[in-house]
């Protein structure tokens, strides 16, 4: 007989294929608050708490939630691809979980399946693309360049988007090179 086991079914919803399985595995982790931020190495006694501070503004503790969302530099990304995706009138700063629920949500209600699988894709892409940043200025003392990593995503969004054989009807270069469009293009 199995024993009771507690199923976050907003967690188990990441499983959608549509971004490589090790971005659908971070975003699930920070789903379930296991993410390896500073503030869980400092629980862990990994890393002594005055290093505990956001990689990104150096202001506040780095947590899940601040490093992903509440951060500054964190929700100029966000609110910059929203709006690029037509989303940003919605966008609401909230919980990484919260905001997941949300950006879930906001796809289903999208009919052409380019545009949902992109604003699908976006959510893995900023997400995957904040954390592996955050390792670099970490590890490698990587600069945070706030341009250069937008267009980054971009890419991200494009190439992930385009990615199992699906016949997009335009080219991943015309995708990132209009991506503000894409609401148009996709309506």
């Known amino acids: 007989m199995m024993g009771n086991v507690a199923v976050d079914h907003l967690a188990s919803t990441v499983w959608m294929n549509i971004a490589p399985p090790r971005v659908e595995f971070m975003v699930w982790l920070a789903l ?3 993410l390896h931020t500073k503030d869980m ?3 862990k006694r990994i890393i002594p708490e005055e290093c505990n501070l956001c990689s990104f503004c ?3 503790t780095e947590t899940c939630d601040h490093l992903l969302m509440h951060c500054s ?3 100029q990304v966000w609110s910059e691809i929203a709006n690029d995706l037509g989303l940003r009138q919605m966008l609401q700063q909230q919980s990484f979980r919260r905001m997941y629920a949300w950006w879930i949500s906001k796809s289903r209600a999208i009919h052409n399946r380019w545009r949902k699988k992109m604003i699908l894709v976006s959510f893995f892409a900023i997400t995957w693309s904040l ?3 955050r390792n670099l200025m970490v590890f490698q003392n990587h600069d945070f360049e706030y341009h250069i990593f937008c267009q980054t995503v971009r890419w991200r969004i494009a190439l992930w988007s385009k990615a199992r054989k699906e016949n997009m009807p335009c080219a991943t270069e015309d995708i990132v090179r209009n991506f503000n469009a894409i ?3 996709f309506p």
């Open 131 to 133: 954390w592996t940043k």
């Open 183 to 185: 609401p148009v293009l």
């Open 41 to 43: 190495l400092v629980k």
């Open 58 to 60: 150096s202001m506040h």
């Open 32 to 34: 379930l608050g296991k």
């Open 73 to 75: 530099v964190a929700w």
